[in-house]
Every structure is written in C-alpha cells, then in structure tokens.
C-alpha cells in the first residue's frame, strides 16, 4: 500500500488544477481495492513499486490523488495534476500516463478506465475541433438530416477506377459522403494517387448529373509522417476545398497521427476510425477504457468526427447506453456520463449566458429529432437556436458522431429514435452495396427511408405511399427483412434507453 497516494475526501481536486478518472479495479488476492488503487495511482501519474528516497518537495505534489473509494463495486476516483502532462496539447502523453503500463501492473486481474473529466481550465491546453458537422452541413446544404455516407465495399481488392465508380454510383443516388474503409491506402492494384484521381473525376461527373455536392474521406493513415503528408497534399491539390476529409485510423496510426494532421490541416474534416478500439472497450475485456472515454479523448484531440457505434443496433458489440452516452459527448456544451458530467467550454459554467445556451440546447434535445429536422426542413443555412451547441463563449467545437457498422436503410429511422438527433454522419457499407438492384438503388432507398421517418410514416407506408423511390426502399426491406434486421431488437433498445 503506497498510502501517500489516498486521500480521501480530498476537496483541493475540484480546484480546476487536476483532470479527474474513474478506474474499475480488480485487484488479485487478497488486496483491497484502496491498496490496489495507490499502487495504480503510483504508477499511472509520478512513482513506481516502492517509495523511492529521491522524491522532493515539489515532486511530491505531482502525484495522482485517489479521493473516493467504493469497495463494494471496486471503484477508485483519482485526481492527475494536469501539469504533469506534455505541454503543448499532447493527448498520446496523457493516455501513455492513465492507460499505460498500468495496465501490465501484475497485481491486476482487471483495471477499466470508465469516464474522464477535464477541467475547463485544462480544455484550454487543447486543440479540439476546428472543422465541424456545421462546416459539412453547409457545404452540403443538408440540413434536416442525417449525413447520408457508404464506405465502398468489398473492403479491399477493387482497382482504383473500379473503387471510384461505386463512388459515383452512390452518389448519383443522393448519397452525400463517401469513406475509404479503414485498412485501404496505397495498395499495388488500387495506388493511392490513381485512386484520388479517379474519385475526384467521379464527384464531378455526380455533382453534374445531381446538381448536389459530394464528399469523400481519404484514408491517409500510412507507415511513416513524411508518406502521410504526400498523401494529404496530394489529396488537397486535387480536390476542392470543402470535398473531403482526412481519415485517420485513430487508434493504429495513433494519436500523434490524429494531432498532426488536425494540426497541418486544420480546414480539413479530421475523421476519426476507431478499428481496434473493441480490445479496450469491450465489456468482455476487464482492462482497457470506455466508449465514452475514447470519444472524449479524440473531441479534446481535435477529431471533427469519430465512430461511437450504432447503440447496439448494427454489427458490432457495444450498448445503447454507452453509444449514447459517447454522442451526447460529441455534441453536447455539457454532456452528462456514467461518472462525470463534462462543461466542453473554458467559460465557468456558472456564467449565465453560458447556462442559457447549455438550457437551449437541452430543449432541442427534449423536442425530440423529428422536431429538430422539421425546424430545419426549410433552412438555408443552420439557424443557431437549432444546432446542438455553439462555437461561441469558447465552447469546445462539437465533434461528429458517425454511426457505422452493419447498418442499412431499414434501420435508419429506429436509430435516429434511439440516438434523439440527426446531428450525426451515417455509414452503410453492406447495407447499401448488398442493395438487391444496385449501389445507386441503395443510396436512394436510404434517402427514402429518412423522408419517410421526417415524415412520420412506417417503413412499410413510406415504401408503398407512391412518393419517391419506393421500388428501391421496398426491395430494401423485403431484403432486408429476410436478412433479419433486428427491428424487434431496436423496440427493445427504445425501451430500454427511454
Ligand atoms: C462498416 C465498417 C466500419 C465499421 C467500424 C466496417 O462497414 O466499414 O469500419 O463501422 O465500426 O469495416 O465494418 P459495414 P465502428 O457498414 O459494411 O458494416 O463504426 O463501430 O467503429
Ligand atoms: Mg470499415
Ligand atoms: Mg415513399
């Protein structure tokens, strides 16, 4: 037991001088979890094993305090002096700190990061986002909905001119946004820049034919910095400002890949991929973080947008709590947690222009999704009273909640009910390229399955009203019914999160 390191009670933690954790513990033996949380505390912030007699006045004070315990449920609340982190704005150093070796620690059978608070004077320090689902939604002129976005399918193995007449497929079906998937870049039989090329030719000849703008997301996750650079130059020389976005895979390329291209290009989308996030998420996995932890982590970092999953709805584990929990995360001026609740802006929350806007935005939430988009059916820009927060009263930007992972059109309308907005980025890979016409008739059967919740019909009465493509959205669902779309499950999960 390193009994420097508890505290308990300790109020000084509020002081707006330590960034807050919360950690399930699960300690081997016969420990309790106090004494497995100094030891944590020890080694995730200024100590180590054992009590070292080199320590000074000063050094003392840059310890992690554990001011809460709960035995019974194995929980530890511990206070990091944000000081001790790399200045400049660097979120890897803070994660190498909290979700390091503390996770080797070999008298843990379990150690869980499951929430994270900054306080308003250490979100200060950080970039967060520049580039917004604002920025995208006028660029679009898309505002009453969802981001309508594909990642081409099969995953990989399309030559680059095969890959970009999908592209353009989807978008001639009024689909708005394309994403490379996560593991394609610069293979032998799709070369990056002949790819770029091709796509770029693909939008024109889409936005001629639509009269709409088109967006796609360019994996630019590579081996080394000075190759990831050529590749975001190069898309930037051959595309039009606003057109894309960066693709990062977040986790595999890292957070000093995420930071320096939100930093070399700070007009470009940041897309944030999680690929590999589920080894510290999953619920199975008793050491790692949370949903809502990573999706902190990458607003703070800068991330326009990162995946936060489909709340149990679509392909991949998660839960409708956590999922929901991470979007409000994305969006929110305060978003609640399962621990903290998080004030995104370095103006006190007190302040009471600050608490009229965190109370506007709630109301829209209330008002519920449906509500929202009728408010902006008509607009022709975003009304500042409709989005979910504001870059004013320095406010961290929003980051973009992208819903992706086995969903299809059938499943669209259920998850905007679940999820409470339409302030999101949806992708559909399968679900639009298994299509049984074709890609163009799965863009369009998305399309049509949003109109027909905006307009607060069933699937089945949006398909056969006679307005729009039904041909497309109705094949859609009598595929997509054989397929079992696990509708029934989203009964379930309204209930459940109501
Ligand atoms: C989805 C996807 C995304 C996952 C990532 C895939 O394809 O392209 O990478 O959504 O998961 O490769 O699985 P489908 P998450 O639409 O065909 O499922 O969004 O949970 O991080
Ligand atoms: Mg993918
Ligand atoms: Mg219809």
Redesign the pocket.
Known sequence: MQREYIQIGNEEVFNGQYMLAVYKIIPYGDQTVEEAASEVAAESSNGSNVHVGTGTPFSNTMGAIVYKIDEQKQLAWMAYPWRIFDRGGNIQNILTFIAGNVYGMSNLAGLKLLDVQFPPEMLAQYDGPNVTLDDMRHYLKAYDRPILG??I?P?IGLSATEYAELCYDYWIGQGDFV?N??PQADQDFAPFKVMVDAVRSAMDRAEQLTGNTKIHSFNVSSADFDIMIERADYVKSKMKPGSYAFLVDGLMAGWTAVQTIRRRYPDVFLHF???G?GAFTRKENPFGFTVQVLTKFARLAGASGI????AGV???D?DAHEDIHALKHCLMTRSEGDYFEQFWSKVPSTDSDVETMVNSERKIWEAGPRELSLLRKNASKLDVHTTANRADWRVMNKCTP???????PALLGEFIDVAGTIDFII???????SHPMDTTAGAKSVLEAFNTWQEGKTLTQGANDGVGFDTELQSALRFYDKKGTQANRIEQIVKDTK
């Open positions: 594909t990642i399918k995953k994403k998937d996560e991929h999680r690929a996030h995946h936060v999953g489909t679509g392909k991949m998660g992208i819903v992706s992972g086995g969903m299809n992708t559909m890979g399968g679900g639009v390229h």
